[in-house]
């Protein structure tokens, strides 16, 4: 692992970067090393890195999933096809029933062609350094919520 980390860093920093102050590579680092991520590398002809992703299970109380949490790398065109190939074929052997990814919305167009689709949005209000919004209009002012809310 130490041989290959300093160039998977380097090609996850920007999906990492993407999170901002949820995740960092130390923790991609971590998790792997506890057995909570898979490692997958892509190499070119030449045995040159080229690509990095990570994979986990997660288990929902009805099903279970491959989830593909950070990817990073170039010539994607090159290698997508055989990874999606790849990840069907381990997640079935994992006893999966679907698929899941993280990104930012540009992935619609690219991964629609591999059978996926958007789910959800996810939204995000930051609770830190008094910056929390409420809403203070007539029953729906905080201290009212609050005394509704047990």
């Not at 792997?32 to 040159?48: H, I, K, P, R």
Request: hydrophobic content about 35%; overall charge neutral.
């Amino acid at each position: 692992m130490k041989i290959v980390w300093k160039d998977v860093e380097r090609l996850l920093r920007k999906s990492v970067d993407t999170v901002k102050d949820k995740s960092g590579t130390i923790d991609i680092l971590d998790g792997l090393f506890d057995g909570t991520y898979v490692l997958w590398v892509v190499m070119d002809e030449d045995d040159a890195l080229i690509a990095a992703f990570t994979t986990r299970l997660i288990v929902y109380p009805q099903r279970k999933a491959l989830g593909i949490d950070w990817v990073g790398g170039s010539r994607m065109s090159d290698w997508a096809s055989d990874m999606i190939e790849t990840m069907r074929r381990y997640a079935r052997e994992q006893g999966c029933d679907h698929i899941e990814g993280y990104g930012r919305k540009g992935w619609t167009r690219y991964l629609e062609k591999y059978g996926f689709y958007p789910e959800y949005v996810a939204y995000r209000m930051e609770l830190s350094n008094g910056q929390e919004q409420t809403s203070t209009n007539g029953n729906n002012s905080p201290s009212n919520a609050a005394s509704r809310i047990r």
